[in-house]
């Protein structure tokens, strides 16, 4: 069946612009997780959904970032007044559960000019 | 502050040889450890992983031992293969009530398999 899928691919913006990144979740999964991954770091954590709420957003670094998942399904993650410091790969992973296993996809390459 | 750390960015083995990757942690709360696989231009795609009521979880190839005392956990990978050659990372969570599944992860080591 069909995985993750993350829509762009690359995202490439000006400083101070606003941009949205997609995902589509694996069909059937509740757990929806967004993490941030820097040049030559691990994945870091920024927000959780279970179903449509976020459950656990301690991981966004500021109110610039924000994410919404209105059916429960695909997720966006919006970053207004983007900075050069928000480049970065954003992976997105679904589960079954929120203690399941997590399916990645392939991310989206966000680079800020 | 670092709670999972993988201190080799990189290792190289040849083909047919063990290959030993470590992890250390820093946060007893973690119960669940999980090793990933990363190829270029794909997300990371899990490989194993391990309970802390266990010290040792096998499957095929791969074995990721767990050493609570310690801290430390390890994945060996025998016979290596080139195909084998990814970025890997470690990962922890904390499982029980407030907790959300989410994943701690190591900054990744290198493994190149050489033929």
């Known amino acids: 069946g069909a995985g993750v899928s993350q829509t762009p691919s690359n995202k490439v913006t000006e400083k101070g612009k606003y941009v949205e990144l997609r995902c589509d979740p694996i069909?059937?999964?509740?757990?929806l997780y967004w993490y941030r991954q820097s040049l030559g770091q691990g994945p870091e954590f920024l927000i959780y959904?279970?179903?449509?709420?976020?459950?656990?957003d301690s991981g966004l670094p500021n109110d610039r970032f924000f994410a919404v998942r209105p059916e429960g399904s695909v997720s966006t993650l919006k970053i207004q007044r983007t900075e050069r410091g928000d480049s970065a790969m954003y992976l997105c992973?679904?589960?079954?559960?929120?203690?399941?296993?997590?399916?990645f996809g392939p991310g989206t390459r966000l680079t800020v000019l | 502050d670092q709670q999972v750390k993988q201190n080799s960015p990189s290792l190289s083995v040849q083909e047919g040889r063990i290959s030993i990757l470590n992890c250390d942690y820093t946060n007893s709360m973690f119960d669940y450890f999980l090793w990933y696989k990363k190829y270029p231009a794909e997300g990371p795609t899990f490989l194993i992983s391990?309970?802390?009521?266990?010290d040792k979880n096998e499957d095929g190839r791969f074995t990721v031992f767990l050493n609570k005392s310690a801290k430390h956990l390890s994945l060996h990978i025998v016979p290596s293969q080139p195909g084998d050659s990814a970025v890997y990372f470690c990962?922890?969570?904390?499982?029980?009530?407030?907790?959300?599944?989410?994943?701690?992860f190591g900054q990744g080591t290198t493994l190149q398999v050489k033929p």
């Open positions: 069909s059937g999964h509740t757990a």
């Open positions: 992973a679904s589960g079954r559960a929120q203690e399941d296993e997590q399916f």
């Open positions: 391990i309970s802390s009521i266990k």
């Open positions: 959904f279970q179903g449509t709420g976020a459950a656990d």
């Open positions: 990962a922890a969570s904390a499982s029980g009530s407030g907790n959300t599944g989410k994943l701690i």
